[in-house]
């Protein structure tokens, strides 16, 4: 029982978008980063580690999402600028990467 | 040339998988499996058999067929030679037991910088040995029973598949790149 004054910590509810669209981010940028990092294992060259740190980077930004939705210790509700920023440095990596020669 | 030892190989690969997953197959049985003429079979388990790839067990009226685990080393170098173009390489200079660099450019019809890329990946894995015989850069293979060994044990994965397309894929600016580009000298691309 909770005293009064103390009121429970629970997760927010998310409308159900929000599952189904992060389980699907998920599950791709863990297939490409999959793929990206055993390409790196094999070629071991600059341009498939920065190649690989990027979608590397979208896949820690897809499981952050997740355990935002299912565990309260990551429900940190990022802001929508954080996200971006997450996307934009991931993106600058593979441009980089891409380009390099 | 290449294309005939290329399907030998194949074929090897073919009667190495079937005897890998039914082992102590005897040699009808093979052939009935395989489809293939018993003198070309008979053949080809020689070859394995010679180079320690399967193993061979004689009883009183057969010979009975086992593939030979691979050890740390094999394991070691078919993890390189997952990547199709290194398979490519690897296969050219064993068919062609040494081969030069413009060689090997002009038979994988790729770009010299990626040429150059994986042959660097080779030497440094010890697969492949570079040897200078006057101006030119001469590839062998260094252990050729080994390498034999594994290109026949290896079997396409999907996700070799994948890889191989994601590594062609972000190639692929390379070529376009080097169409823009003088040809650099040999020198400099080894």
Redesign the interface.
């Known amino acids: 029982m909770l005293s009064q004054g103390e009121s429970q910590v629970s997760l927010p509810v998310y409308p159900p978008i929000a599952y189904v669209g992060r389980t699907v981010f998920i599950i791709v940028t863990t297939i490409i980063f999959i793929?990206?990092l055993?390409?790196y294992l094999?070629?071991?060259?600059r341009?498939?580690l920065l190649?690989t740190t990027g979608f590397g980077l979208f896949f820690v930004h897809g499981m952050l999402g997740i355990l935002e939705l299912f565990v309260l210790a990551f429900n940190h509700d990022f802001t929508e600028g954080m996200h971006l920023l997450l996307d934009a440095v991931a993106l600058t990596f593979i441009l980089i990467?891409?380009?390099k020669? | 040339m290449f294309k005939e030892e290329i399907l030998e190989n194949d074929r090897r690969r073919k009667i190495y998988a079937v005897i890998k997953k039914n082992p102590g197959l005897h040699i009808r049985e093979l052939q009935r499996v395989l489809d293939i003429p018993l003198a070309s079979l008979q053949y080809h388990l020689n070859y394995m058999a010679r180079r320690s790839i399967i193993i061979e067990e004689k009883a009183e009226h057969y010979t009975r067929y086992y593939t030979k685990a691979l050890d740390p080393e094999d394991k070691k170098i078919l993890?390189?030679l997952?990547?199709k173009t290194m398979r490519e390489i690897v296969l050219i200079i064993l068919v062609s037991k040494k081969a030069k660099y413009h060689f090997l450019v002009e038979n994988l019809k790729l770009p010299t910088?990626t040429v150059s890329?994986y042959i660097k990946?080779l030497l440094e894995n010890d697969i492949v040995l570079r040897t200078k015989i006057g101006y030119e850069n001469v590839y062998t293979i260094k252990n050729e029973d080994r390498i034999s060994k594994v290109l026949i044990a290896y079997q396409s994965s999907l996700?070799d598949i994948?890889?191989d397309r994601?590594?062609n894929t972000?190639l692929e600016?390379?070529i376009v790149?080097e169409k823009t580009k003088e040809e650099p000298k040999e020198e400099d691309n080894d």
């Open positions: 793929i990206a055993l390409a094999r070629l071991r060259s341009k498939s190649l990467g891409t380009l020669d | 993890s390189i997952r990547q910088s890329f990946n996700l994948l890889v994601w590594a972000w600016n390379r790149n």
